[in-house]
Nanobody, 124 residues
Framework: VQLQASGGGLVQVGGSLRLSCAASGDIPSINIMGWYRQTPGKQRELVAHITNSGSTHYADSVKGRFTISRDTSKTMLYLQMNSLKPEDTAVYYC???????????????????WGKGTQVTVSS
C-alpha cells in the first residue's frame, strides 16, 4: 500500500484546510486509515482514524474541529480541518493498517504504511 498526502499550507488562525491522501496498491487489504501529526521534539500524535466500517475517532484536541473521511472507492482519505489554532501546526501524515495487523491508537510504532508528510502552519 502506498500513500501520498497533500493539501498542507499556511493558514491564519481560525481558517480551514483540507488534507488529502491518495492510496494505491492493495486497497482491499486496508482496514483502518488515519492521520498523525508531529512537531519537532514532540511525540507523534494520532489525530483521527477511520475504520473500514466508517467508524471515526478523534483526539480530544481536535474533536469538533476536524473531520476524517474516506471516499467510496476507499482510495482517498481526507482530513477537513476547521477553526485552526497555532497548536495545530505540524507535519501531518496519513497512514494505514492492513487486515491481519495488530494496531491500537496508542501503539508506539503507529500504523503499517505511511505517506510522506505535509506541512500545516497556522499563523497568528
Amino acid at each position: 500500500v502506498q500513500l501520498q498526502a497533500s493539501g498542507g499550507g499556511l493558514v491564519q488562525v481560525g481558517g480551514s484546510l483540507r488534507l488529502s491522501c491518495a492510496a494505491s496498491g492493495d486497497i482491499p487489504s486496508i482496514n483502518i486509515m488515519g492521520w498523525y501529526r508531529q512537531t519537532p521534539g514532540k511525540q507523534r500524535e494520532l489525530v483521527a482514524h477511520i475504520t473500514n466500517s466508517g467508524s471515526t475517532h478523534y483526539a480530544d484536541s481536535v474533536k469538533g474541529r476536524f473531520t476524517i473521511s474516506r471516499d467510496t472507492s476507499k482510495t482517498m482519505l481526507y482530513l477537513q480541518m476547521n477553526s485552526l489554532k497555532p497548536e495545530d501546526t505540524a507535519v501531518y501524515y496519513c497512514a494505514a493498517v492492513q487486515y491481519g495487523s495488530t494496531w491500537w491508537p496508542a501503539k508506539r510504532d503507529g500504523m503499517d504504511n505511511w505517506g510522506k508528510g505535509t506541512q500545516v502552519t497556522v499563523s497568528s
